[in-house]
């Protein structure tokens, strides 16, 4: 139990990845604010942790939005008066269309949430980080924040800015005590990437394109979230770790 006395705050984590991830810090010890754009969804995850004997509450947010993040600090320091984790990991993919093909609408939405999202979430996590001894912020970024993919484009730049913005952030706060890191999932079994989103054969496509010849799980991510986002992960900051059954490999 690394985490006691740590207060978490985990965007999408509704499903898939960030819901492992609060589950995973919440076992851990930490006191997990679990937030997403379906409240359905974080209020289930939340009474379950609660049942189990563990600390956690839910907020409704869009991370797209600003004043999303700016009330839900102001929940979380209320309920429990610090912040000391940080995971942003709410997403969306983009359609499958070619660069040119995409539609200016399409484009500003995957930015607005993949990218501007994340953004937001650094804008208001780091100043109330500051005002405890600093913490630790993990960017879920992608495989396709490093290379390419087929038909994306959206998607692949948003990730890419997230990299970026993970390193800006580290610079610009590394003197406040704050480390901000990025990981990269290969593809994951999830809510977003299924045999009924993405039809049988192109996850069987998918799970050659990774060294382990398999996609991975939700719980495989949240366990390098876990990790980077504590103590044990001090002298790490400002960089991007795949966790992709070797996909960047080949
Ligand atoms: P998911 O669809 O299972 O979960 C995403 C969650 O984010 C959902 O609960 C959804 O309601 C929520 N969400 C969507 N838009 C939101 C918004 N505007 N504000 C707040 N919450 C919002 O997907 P996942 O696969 O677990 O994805 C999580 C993250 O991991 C995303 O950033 C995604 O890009 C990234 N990722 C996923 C894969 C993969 O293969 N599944 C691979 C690499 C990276």
């Not at 939405?109 to 600093?134: C, E, H, R, W």
């Not at 879920?140 to 800015?161: D, T």
């Not at 610009?172 to 990269?184: E, F, L, P, Q």
């Not at 990437?193 to 719980?219: C, F, S, W, Y």
């Amino acid at each position: 139990n690394n985490l006691e006395g740590k207060v978490a705050m985990v965007t999408g984590a509704g499903s898939g990845i960030g819901l492992a991830t609060a589950q995973l810090l919440a076992r851990r010890g930490a006191s997990v604010v679990l937030s997403d754009i379906d409240q359905e969804s974080v209020k289930k995850a939340t009474e379950e942790l609660i049942q189990n004997g563990m600390t956690a509450a839910y907020f409704k947010a869009d991370t797209s939005s600003l004043e999303a993040h700016e009330a839900m600090m102001v929940f979380i320091m209320e309920k429990f008066g610090r912040l000391d984790i940080a995971v942003n990991n709410a997403g969306i993919g983009s359609k499958f269309e070619k660069t040119a093909e995409v539609s200016a609408q399409d484009w500003q939405k995957v930015i607005d949430i993949n990218l501007t999202g994340v953004f937001y979430g650094m804008k208001t996590q780091i100043p109330a980080m500051m005002k405890s001894s600093g913490g630790s912020i993990v960017n879920i970024a992608s495989i396709l924040g490093q290379v390419g993919f087929l038909g994306a484009a959206a998607y692949i730049a948003s990730k890419h800015g997230v990299v970026g913005l993970t390193k800006a952030g580290a610079l610009d706060h590394a003197s406040d005590k704050i480390r901000v890191n990025a990981i990269g999932p290969g593809f994951i079994y999830t809510g977003l990437v299924n045999e009924e989103t993405m039809g049988k054969e192109a996850i069987t496509d998918l799970e050659q394109k990774h060294a382990l010849h398999r996609l991975g799980t939700p719980e495989e991510v949240a366990a390098l979230c876990a990790f980077l986002a504590s103590d044990e992960a001090s002298f790490i900051t400002g960089s991007y770790y795949p966790v992709d059954g070797g996909y960047l490999a080949m």
